[in-house]
C-alpha cells in the first residue's frame, strides 16, 4: 500500500512521512488559531485589541506556514523557513513579554501569551520541530 | 452541551485517536478499521451539533459565548473529514497517524467547547 504513496513522490515535494504528521498538525492549527481569532476581532475587538491581532496574524502564518511545508521546491522552502522562523520570533518574544506583563484574565490572551501554554504549548514546539525537519530536509 | 454525551464523545475521540496512532506506529496504512473510527467522530461531533442546536432553541445558552461555540463546533466538524480525504488520497502509514491526531485534535476542541459551554475553565 506504501508504494502507491512512494510513486507519486517527486524530488520536491517532501518524502519525509513523519513531515506529513507535522503538516496536517500545522493545518489544524492555523484553522483553529485563524476561526478563533477572526471572530474575537470581530466580536471582542475593544477588550484586547494588541493579542487578538497578534493571534490572527499568527493564524495567517501559520496557514501560510501550511502551504510552504507541504509545496516544497526552493522557493515554497524558503517561505516556510521565513515564517517559521517568525513563528518562533513570536512566541518567544510575545512569551517574554507576558511573563513581566502578565493579562489577568485568559480569555484576553494571544496564541503566543506565556509562550503558548494556554495551547499546550504547540505554538512553541511547531516552528522548532519545523524548523529541524527543513533543516535535515535541506542537508540531505 | 449535555453533560453525560459530552464525556461519551470526548472518550470516543479520544480512543479513535489512540487506536488510530497505535495502527499508525504498527505501520498499517488507513483501511477500514481506522476510516471508520474517523466516522464516528464526525458522527459524535454530528450528535453534538444536534443536541446543542436542540439545546439553544429551548432557550439555554453557552455560559461564555454561545457563538464561538458554534464556531468551535463547525471548525471541529471539519477535522474528520480533512484527515479522511487525506488518508484517500495518500495511502500510507503516516496518513494513519494524520488520522490520529486529527481524532486527539477534535477531543481537544470538544474540552474547549465545554469550557465555553459551562464558563468553567480547569
Known amino acids: ?140 | 452541551m449535555i453533560d453525560i454525551y459530552y464525556q461519551v464523545a470526548l472518550y470516543l475521540n479520544l480512543a479513535a485517536g489512540l487506536f488510530c496512532l497505535l495502527l499508525g506506529f504498527m505501520g498499517r496504512a488507513p483501511s477500514g478499521w481506522s476510516v471508520l473510527s474517523l466516522g464516528l467522530s464526525e458522527l459524535s461531533l454530528l450528535v453534538q451539533l444536534v443536541l446543542s442546536i436542540a439545546l439553544v432553541l429551548q432557550g439555554a445558552q453557552a455560559k461564555q459565548d454561545t457563538v464561538e461555540y458554534f464556531a468551535y463546533l463547525i471548525t471541529a466538524l471539519l477535522v474528520p473529514v480533512g484527515a479522511v480525504l487525506w488518508a484517500l488520497l495518500e495511502r500510507s502509514k503516516w496518513s494513519t497517524v494524520v488520522l490520529g491526531v486529527a481524532a486527539l485534535a477534535v477531543a481537544v476542541m470538544l474540552v474547549r467547547m465545554h469550557q465555553i459551554w459551562t464558563g468553567i475553565y480547569v
Not at chain 1, 484586547?48 to 493571534?55: A, E
Not at chain 1, 502564518?61 to 511545508?69: C, H, P, Q, S
Open chain 1, 1 to 140: 500500500m506504501a508504494s502507491i504513496g512512494n510513486a507519486k513522490r517527486t524530488e520536491n515535494r517532501p518524502s519525509m512521512g513523519a513531515a506529513r504528521v507535522l503538516i496536517a498538525i500545522y493545518a489544524i492549527f492555523a484553522l483553529a488559531a485563524t476561526v478563533r481569532s477572526g471572530y474575537q476581532l470581530l466580536t471582542a475587538f475593544n477588550k484586547s485589541p494588541v493579542n487578538y491581532s497578534l493571534s490572527l496574524v499568527s493564524g495567517l502564518v501559520y496557514i501560510l506556514a501550511t502551504i510552504a511545508l507541504a509545496k516544497g521546491g526552493a522557493i515554497w522552502n524558503s517561505i516556510a523557513l521565513a515564517t517559521l522562523r517568525f513563528e518562533l520570533a513570536g512566541v518567544l518574544l510575545v512569551g517574554l513579554y507576558s511573563v513581566f506583563v502578565p493579562v489577568a484574565n485568559v480569555k484576553l490572551t494571544s496564541v503566543w501569551s506565556d509562550f503558548g501554554m494556554y495551547y499546550g504549548f504547540v505554538p512553541l514546539a511547531l516552528p522548532v520541530i519545523g524548523l529541524i525537519w527543513l533543516g535535515k530536509r535541506g542537508r540531505r
